[in-house]
């Protein structure tokens, strides 16, 4: 079972920033925080991961906070495209060990 | 920017027949993975696969599924004897083997079991 908390779903307006939290109270010392997405039914879209920095590239921002018990992936300025289903995922950075995918949140940007 | 590529993007098959879904990683990558996702459910994991061999395995993954690296660039699932419940999106990843780097996903087959 996946070994994360999110919301089921979520608005944000386009053109605003995008906010998305998770909770992961168990997580381990080396375990990483991965955040995907998927648009529709296509495959899932890796965005960013992080173990206890918080973390920045060119489609988002990761926000651990310092226990490492909670999340937030941070969209700076949302677009229509951006609608998808965004999974956080706790994984130990070891060998094959398979990503557990939750039901992720359901995030609609409204124009 | 390379990505995983897999065809076809949807096969069709009877019931009972053998299916096989191929998959094209990244071309220096290590470490290959199979996940199948059932309409209206949650991303499945099923196999993993390194240095030409079975790493882990789901309880989904049972006797009817196999998974082969037959050349240098292919990764393939096959299923046996397609059931009515293997109707999904199946995804093939990989992922480069260094120490915290992530799986790219390809688009995935949509396999339909008549």
């Known amino acids: 079972d996946a070994k994360t908390t999110q919301p089921t779903s979520m608005d944000c307006a386009e053109g605003r920033a995008a906010n998305l939290p998770c909770n992961h109270s168990t997580i381990s010392g080396n375990e990483y925080v991965y955040w995907y997405r998927q648009i529709h039914s296509q495959g899932p879209q890796y965005i960013i991961h992080g173990l206890k920095n918080n973390e920045t590239n060119e489609m988002a921002s990761l926000i651990i906070t310092e226990d490492r018990k909670s999340s937030t992936l941070i969209l700076p300025h949302a677009t229509l495209r951006d609608t998808a289903v965004y999974y956080c995922i706790v994984r130990l950075d070891s060998g094959n060990t398979p990503l557990v995918f939750g039901k992720g949140t359901r995030l609609s940007v409204i124009a | 920017e390379p990505e995983v590529t897999q065809t076809p993007s949807h096969q069709v098959t009877q019931m009972g027949q053998e299916v096989i879904l191929h998959c094209v990683p990244i071309?220096?990558?290590?470490?290959f993975y199979w996940y199948r996702q059932i309409l209206g459910q949650k991303v499945e994991f099923l196999v993993s696969?390194?240095?030409?061999?079975?790493?882990?395995k789901s309880e989904i993954f049972d006797d009817q599924f196999s998974v082969e690296r037959p050349d240098g660039s292919n990764f393939t699932l096959k299923i046996r004897s397609t059931k009515l419940e293997d109707s999904a999106m199946y995804f093939c990843?990989?992922?480069?083997?260094?120490?915290?780097?992530?799986?790219?996903f390809g688009d995935g087959t949509r396999l339909s079991i008549l």
């Open positions: 990843a990989s992922r480069l083997g260094l120490s915290n780097q992530p799986q790219h």
């Open positions: 071309s220096n990558h290590l470490y």
């Open positions: 696969f390194y240095n030409n061999e079975i790493s882990e």
